[in-house]
């Protein structure tokens, strides 16, 4: 192994600025001259907006202007798009309602936004919002999937009837129906995936900074796709072109699937700056990120597992309910459809699956991606329903995972759903997940745990996830309104430092550590001398940006494929150099050398030959060093691994402590091992949070109950064991780098794992329905029989 | 939050001027519930008199048969003195208990017994351990002093100036946290006093409360045994998001027993 290259467990290069404060996120930018906007939003989930009056704001000292909705649409402003098109069973589109950035005629959620009050400091802005009289005429208004699924409900749209944005399917339903019909046993679950809130540390930012003498736009945002910002707000809602409007996301302080949705903010301040000549900032307090961040999962789902008298998989039959919020975010309709359904064959080789999908209107805050995105969703099922079969067959858990496992010969193996796995050796990772987690001796702890009054329980799940969405026209046909490829450019420096422009985006993955270990591995130069630069349209070329866990996989592959046209041109220029044939050139450790003879040039000189071109091949090679590549996987890759978690369960109180947690993962190759230890830690502390812990709630008012810290619980330290983790390498067959994607991986496998364990604890209460978060009072609730 | 006026006087006379000359004026000791109030807009105060200047509020101090904490005193200096922790060990705990490690190093033992919040730790241990709130006026015994949610026996200007706890013969206080907050959904202290067997419950209902069925059982017996069959009645307790009445009630007597448990052990 390289040092710093690929394979080694460096220290995140990023770290000592973010430890240090230096860090620079979009609040700590300050532009000259600058306003601050304040929002005012919906305090009702639903009305008519009869008048809004701005007269006592403006008066206000300090206050430069107040815009309202009739404001925006008199300019033109266009509606927040969407970029993804599902199309229903029946043939027909979508409802794709309009989304303006601010609300003209009528509210939808509580954190709607309605007008915008720019002052010369926050306070000002804050006090003159107050100031702003909307009048609201209240309307009815649906909060949940059961409220808005009921007969008569009130529409969110009125072209959406019944609030259905689309009736969706995927897989064989004829064949489905005949696994069913001659199968010996069939298991049924009802599964509720609940509602959730990112709460990235950082809340979400913008500035808007418009510059009359260029007439150009700059936007400041807190993104995770930057490119895919100035695409969407540039070409559908403000109608500038890209050269007219550079997108900068700095440093993000973590997403998560929420900063990847354009936000009405991130339009309302780039538009104001233009209106008032000025930079406008904007930042949200942690009170508005609750009721403005795309929430994620909401799914209200019904399951059928059909098997032989032998616990064979048959056939596989879903139906769910997804609640989309009240307009529909970027990514909202593409993650209960595309990135859950053709999930739902997880890693078993059942030969018929048939699933639809109903995604609903609701007055909440639009639902988008969240960790996992849809692929949580369906693993969660999946895993919650093969327990469930093993209890009710009396087979091993185990046993009747390994039973139908797709096994290594497999590969590629089509599933009923679309999808096409490359690789994988899913009892590799159970053989090693079971060993370091002791599994062996659990009846042991579990008995030192009965001698303490606990009950202990064991859970598995065997999951499978999918990255880096791919190949492009394959996402198109499925609805993708943009392409899912990635860029990265190489631009080796004269003195042979080099600068590293890539289209994906770090807000906490470490691309700056793990790219650079890319650039090692290739070129052998010094980990110091490279950097990395992400999160500016200004700076990289093009980019689709960060989430789905395809930074390494596609970004990663498109800069090892710009490393590899540097490495080609670094040969060609060696090879005059050293006046031999390019083929005798060897390039290792930094060093290239005529094979066999002890004639050889460092990077370093070959760099400088390139841009001071005295001794060059001027004839047949451009000077310079700077390669480009743009990389369209040809198909996902595809994860899996195997999760176990232990709980105790307080009798008395009936709260769940997770005692020991084990993932056994395989991610492909692996760049640097740390950090992807650090992955799997955070994915599997959300999951444990989603499994025990969080809970997004509105009243049937439509108000939200989990407002802040205090009502919404986000797992803590004390939540939360030492994990255990190993990983277990099938490469990527289709990608250069043999790399998978483990960002996700940890909120896919980890909330089955847990909310099995605690069935298992429960074993003798006869409890064989708890929804998430199995919150103490739920389990003590099913311990006394009222689950 | 909202423009106020901010006081940091020296004396109590000057906190009471500045108090009697303001009727919108308040008291601030940690802050821990008033100033996110008002940053979230919902307070507005037009001043604030700071107490943290004026001395003598911020002792802790030991009289032999009873210690007194001014109100002053933070929660982590409550959890970390030594005069406390040999006098009385449960009130220590209860102190180590509360919020975080910044919320103990900020609030007060003044602010919360002040504020009566219905899930706050103090109200328990002022309750179960018969404490006497000493205010710039008078004296108020304990079971004189909670009234309702967020109400006490505290006049409009009334300031606290510390509260003396006798020492127990034995005490212990068991929490159920909020998995979010970290506030009580439910903490019982048990204790045993000169005045005989008390158990004080707070996060349970609108303010804290003594169970006198369970004195009365522990009294003849005290054993966690004697506690098994005592209903705790729903009706007046608390119902939200994180706890039902029903729960609540049920775990008013899983902590109960446990207070007990481990006193005998």
Redesign the interface.
């Known amino acids: 192994m390289t040092e710093n290259g690929f394979g080694a467990a460096v220290r995140r290069k990023e770290d000592h600025r973010f430890i240090t404060g230096l860090g620079q996120f979009v609040d700590d930018i300050n532009r000259p001259h600058q306003l601050y906007a304040q929002i005012i939003r919906s305090p009702i989930a639903h009305g008519k907006i009869n008048k809004v009056d701005v007269d006592a704001a403006i008066a206000m000292s300090g206050v430069v202007a107040v815009f309202t909705g009739a404001d925006m649409a008199a300019d033109g402003v266009g509606g927040i798009p969407c970029g993804w098109g599902i199309t229903s069973k029946d043939g027909s589109p979508m409802v794709e309602p309009g989304h303006p950035p601010l609300a003209a005629e009528c509210v939808r959620y509580v954190g709607d936004q309605v007008a915008v009050v720019l002052a010369e400091t926050r306070?000002i802005a804050?006090?003159a919002a107050?100031l702003v009289d909307v009048d609201y005429a209240e309307l009815p208004s649906v909060a949940n999937l059961e409220s808005a699924s009921a007969d008569g409900a009130p529409l969110v749209w009125d072209d959406a009837k019944g609030n259905i944005c689309f009736d969706w399917e995927i897989g064989d339903k004829s064949a489905t129906d005949a696994a069913f019909a001659g199968a010996d046993q069939v298991v049924t679950i009802d599964i509720v995936n609940n509602r959730l809130i990112a709460n990235a540390i950082e809340p979400r930012a913008a500035i808007g900074d418009y510059d009359a003498g260029k007439d150009e736009y700059t936007l400041y945002t807190t993104s995770q796709n930057p490119h895919v910002i100035r695409m969407l707000m540039g070409a559908f809602v403000l109608s500038i072109p890209e050269h007219k409007l550079r997108v900068i996301a700095p440093d993000v302080g973590g997403g998560f699937g929420s900063k990847i949705c354009h936000y009405a903010e991130e339009a309302i301040v780039t538009w104001a700056s233009r209106k008032v000549n000025r930079p406008v900032k904007w930042t949200a307090d942690r009170?508005e990120s609750f009721i403005s961040d795309a929430h994620g999962r909401d799914h209200v789902s019904h399951a059928e597992l059909a098997m032989s008298k032998d616990g064979d998989f048959l056939g596989l039959r879903v139906s769910t309910r997804a609640n989309l919020g009240a307009y529909l975010s970027t990514f909202g309709p593409a993650v209960p459809t595309i990135l859950y359904a053709t999930l739902l064959a997880g890693s078993y080789k059942t030969p018929a699956i048939h699933a639809e999908v109903k995604a609903m209107f609701t007055h909440t805050v639009p639902v988008d991606s969240y960790r996992g995105a849809g692929r949580p969703e369906a693993s969660y099922l999946l895993e919650r329903l093969v327990d469930k079969a093993a209890k009710q067959t009396g087979i091993d858990p185990i046993e009747l995972r390994r039973r139908n496992f797709i096994q290594p010969e497999d590969f590629p193996y089509q599933t009923p759903v679309a999808l096409e796995y490359d690789t994988g050796d899913y009892d590799a990772a159970v053989v090693k997940a079971i060993e370091l987690a002791d599994y062996a001796n659990f009846d042991q702890r579990r008995e030192e745990s009965a001698a303490r009054g606990k009950l202990r329980g064991v859970g598995i799940s065997t999951y499978i996830e999918a990255c880096g969405i791919a190949p492009s026209n394959v996402a198109g046909a499925l609805g993708a309104r943009a392409g899912l490829y990635e860029v990265g450019t190489v631009r080796v420096n004269p003195t042979g430092s080099v600068t590293v422009l890539t289209g994906s985006h770090s807000h906490g993955q470490g691309h700056e550590t793990t790219f650079a270990q890319l650039v090692v591995e290739a070129l052998g130069v010094d980990f110091d001398n490279v950097d990395i630069v992400h999160g500016d349209t200004g700076k990289v070329p093009f980019g689709m940006g960060t989430y789905g866990s395809r930074s390494a996989a596609v970004g990663g592959v498109a800069l090892m494929n710009a490393l590899e046209k540097i490495r080609t041109k670094a040969k060609k220029i060696a090879a005059h150099l050293l006046e031999a044939s390019e083929d005798d050139i060897e390039f290792k450790d930094g060093q290239l050398s005529v094979a066999g003879t002890d004639r050889s040039v460092a990077f370093g000189d070959v760099a400088m030959a390139a841009y001071v071109p005295h001794n060059y091949p001027l004839e047949t090679l451009e000077p310079g060093l700077e390669e480009t590549a743009f990389y369209d996987p040809k198909n996902f890759t595809f994860p899996a691994g195997c999760h176990i978690c232990e709980v105790e369960v307080d009798p008395?109180?009936g709260v769940v402590q997770v005692v020991r947690f084990t993932a056994g993962d395989d991610f492909g190759r692996i760049i640097n091992p740390m950090i992807v230890d650090g992955q799997v830690h955070g994915g599997v502390t959300q999951g444990i949070g989603q499994a025990l812990?969080e809970q997004c709630?509105y009243d049937d008012s439509g108000q939200l109950?989990?407002g802040s810290?205090?009502?919404?619980?986000?797992p803590?330290a004390d939540?939360v064991p030492n994990f255990a983790v190993t990983t277990n390498v099938t490469p990527c067959t289709h990608n250069v780098l043999g790399v998978k994607g483990c960002g996700e991986a940890g909120a896919i496998g980890s909330p089955s794992a847990v909310i099995n364990a605690v069935l298992n604890a429960l074993s003798d209460y006869n409890v064989d329905d708890l929804q998430m978060p199995a919150?103490?009072?739920r389990v003590?609730?099913a311990m006394q029989g009222n689950g | 939050?909202?423009e106020f006026n901010y006081h940091r006087p020296t004396s109590l006379d000057e906190a009471r001027k500045i108090l009697g000359d303001n009727d919108e004026a308040k008291l601030l000791a940690g802050g821990m519930t008033l100033l996110p109030t008002m940053k979230?807009?919902l307070a507005s105060p037009s001043d604030l008199v700071d107490l943290s200047n004026i001395e003598g509020l911020a002792d802790i101090s030991d009289s032999g048969d009873a210690i007194e904490i001014g109100a002053m005193v933070c929660h982590a200096e409550v959890a970390a003195s030594d005069v406390v922790r040999a006098a009385i060990p449960a009130l220590s705990d209860l102190a180590d208990s509360i919020g975080d490690a910044q919320v103990r190093n900020r609030g007060t033992i003044g602010g919360s017994v002040a504020n009566s919040d219905p899930a706050a730790d103090y109200p328990a241990a002022v309750l179960g351990l018969n404490a006497v709130v000493k205010t710039d006026r008078r004296e108020i015994s304990a079971d004189d002093y909670f009234k309702a949610l967020f109400e006490t026996a505290l006049e409009p200007g009334e300031i606290v100036i510390s509260v003396r706890f006798a020492k127990p013969e034995r005490a212990a206080y068991s929490k159920?946290p909020n998995?979010?907050?970290r506030?009580a959904v439910v903490g019982v202290m048990v204790a045993e006093t000169a005045e005989g067997i008390r158990v004080a419950v707070t996060g349970a209902a609108a303010c804290a409360y003594r169970v006198t069925a369970m004195e009365d059982a522990l009294s003849k017996d005290f054993s966690a045994g004697a506690l098994e069959g005592i209903a705790v009645d729903a009706a007046d307790l608390l119902s939200d998001?994180?706890?039902?009445a029903e729960?609540r009630a049920?775990?008013v007597g899983?902590m109960a027993r446990r207070a007990v448990r481990q006193l005998i052990a």
């Not at chain 2, 998001?241 to 039902?244: D, E, G, I, K, Q």
């Open positions: 306070a804050r006090d107050e009170s008395d109180t812990y709630v109950l989990t810290m205090m009502d919404y619980c986000l803590k939540n919150t103490s009072e003590w609730q | 939050m909202y979230m807009r159920f998995p979010a907050s506030y998001l994180h706890a039902s729960y049920h775990l899983v």
